[in-house]
């Protein structure tokens, strides 16, 4: 008898924190290559990497394995691939490697590669699966974000702008706050910065300039900073701020900070996908450009 375990995940590959999913289908097939036995496997989560779902599904299939079984496993990750032979290192995802390690270990493993996406048929499926999988995630998410991040009626709203020169990466940032219809601007210039520590900066130097006790919308164009606050870092503070793949969450301290700062007063922090046509966003704009062309 021969046991293959053919594995796929389904995730964003550009970004982290993305909702993913993960299928594994193991076969056992006789001398004659008569399937004997099939089980199917998937999963997902909503806020992953494709990394981590290519991995998952490699161990959720080697758990379904009798102990001291002989498995081949056909991925189209090189990813996974390349660390289980060891030709590579592991950089990221520590706790789900120690996890597979520790699997293999008690399994004879051989691995396969299969280009994705080339016709295979086995490949093919465990793609539909995981797919069907984040689509289930991606549209909890949607309606998680949606009730979190919804407008709410606030004191002041705080309309947070970024910019950066990508060359030497200098962040500028900008913010308008508006109260009882007058505006103000406040706005920094940050060396060696990326946008998202920039943004970061800008919304905790804006919300400490409001007067005590005051609630405050901040409006944001990074979609990152309105999520985290929004639904992740509840789950980053629970896990001693660690992502779900075991990395320490980036720029702690300023997160920690937003965290202390919406805690002294009602802040709601809300992403604003067109800002075209919205007066303060453009305003910020101009403003951090500017700060940008100073030299």
Not at 20 to 40: C, M, S
Not at 61 to 76: F, H, M
Not at 130 to 144: D, H, I, N, P, Y
Not at 185 to 197: D, I, K, P, V
Request: proline fraction near 2%; charged fraction near 25%; aromatic fraction near 8%.
């Amino acid at each position: 008898m021969k046991i293959t375990l053919y594995t796929d995940g389904a995730c964003d590959i550009h970004a982290e924190n993305q909702p993913g999913g993960w299928a594994a289908i193991l076969q056992a097939v006789d001398e004659d290559g008569e399937l004997i036995r099939e089980r199917v496997l998937s999963g997902g989560g909503e806020s992953t990497t494709n990394n981590q779902m290519e991995l998952t599904a490699v161990i959720e299939g080697l758990k379904a394995l009798n102990k001291e079984s002989a498995v081949t496993i056909v991925t189209d990750s090189r990813y996974v691939i390349d660390i289980a032979r060891g030709t590579k290192k592991v950089v990221k995802n520590k706790p789900l490697w120690d996890t597979y390690f520790k699997l293999a270990k008690m399994r004879y493993v051989q691995w396969e590669y299969v280009a994705g996406h080339s016709g295979h048929a086995l490949n093919e499926r465990c793609d539909r699966l995981a797919v069907a999988e984040r689509g289930k995630f991606t549209r909890a998410k949607s309606a998680s974000t949606s009730r979190s991040e919804s407008a709410v009626a606030t004191e002041i709203d705080i309309y947070l702008s970024t910019q950066i020169r990508g060359k030497d990466r200098v962040t500028a940032w900008a913010a308008v706050i508006v109260q009882g219809g007058n505006a103000r601007e406040e706005s920094g210039r940050l060396a060696n910065t990326t946008e998202l520590e920039g943004t970061l900066i800008g919304a905790i130097e804006s919300l400490e300039t409001l007067p005590a006790g005051k609630s405050a919308t901040v409006h944001t164009a990074q979609e990152y900073l309105a999520k985290g606050i929004n639904l992740w870092l509840p789950n980053w503070a629970a896990k001693g701020w660690k992502t779900r793949g075991g990395e320490a969450v980036k720029y702690r301290a300023h997160w920690q900070k937003l965290q202390q700062l919406s805690q002294e007063r009602e802040v709601h922090f809300v992403f604003v996908k067109s800002r075209s046509e919205n007066p303060h966003f453009q305003r910020g704009k101009e403003i951090a450009t500017g700060l940008l062309n100073q030299d």
